[in-house]
């Protein structure tokens, strides 16, 4: 057993995660709360929101959507930047980024005998999905891969509803989604 599972089995015990559709099956890297794991979840956020936002003057809160304009993504670079290279072994079909790699042309399994990787290709770190009933590229969206582009997004908003000057700040807590290797 690997020190990741003995976390993850006494974690699911005492009831802070569990694997997210475990009697499925499962699928890999997402867990759901439990009972505790919500509590300390809620918790730590209130702590957070409360130190950084509530108590500062010159800090306010914005919550934005998870799905964003596809042209907010081009604009900042996401759509052609966001990505990190990837490989994989023709023998164990194991998949790698390639920058984290010692040797870039030799698979690291070692059940593999040093077998050569696949050329290199580009693996896009976010979500794609479709706003709408059709699926075709005028529908085609991304979830957001991190939550600052809310905040800058809406920073005219911001600052004319709440009559800011500049030095001042935005605070935001929420789910971003990013598609790793």
């Known amino acids: 057993m690997t020190e990741m599972d003995t976390i993850v089995s006494l974690a699911k015990r005492r009831g802070f995660v569990f694997q997210s ?10 867990y759901d709360y439990g009972p505790l794991g919500i509590e300390l979840k809620r918790n730590i ?9 509530s108590q500062r003057e010159d800090v306010v809160g914005i919550d934005s959507a998870i799905l964003m304009a596809p042209s907010v993504w081009e604009a900042s670079g996401h759509v052609q930047g966001f990505s990190d290279p990837l490989v994989e072994c ?5 998949r790698f980024r390639l920058d984290h790699l010692e040797n870039q042309n030799i698979c690291p399994n070692p059940t593999c005998k040093d077998q050569p990787l696949s050329a290199p290709r580009q693996f896009n770190l976010m979500f794609k999905t479709f706003l709408g009933p059709v699926e ?18 809406n920073f005219q908003n911001v600052q004319t509803t709440t009559r800011k000057k500049i030095p001042f700040g935005i605070g935001q807590i929420g789910k971003s989604f990013r598609n790793e290797i």
Do not use: K
């Open 21 to 30: 559709s475990e009697i499925y099956g499962g699928l890999a890297s997402t």
């Open 45 to 53: 956020r209130e702590s957070w929101w409360n130190h950084y936002i």
């Open 90 to 94: 023709n023998t164990c079909n194991q």
């Open 136 to 153: 075709d590229v005028a529908a085609q969206t991304y979830l957001r891969p991190e939550t600052a582009q809310g905040i800058f997004v």
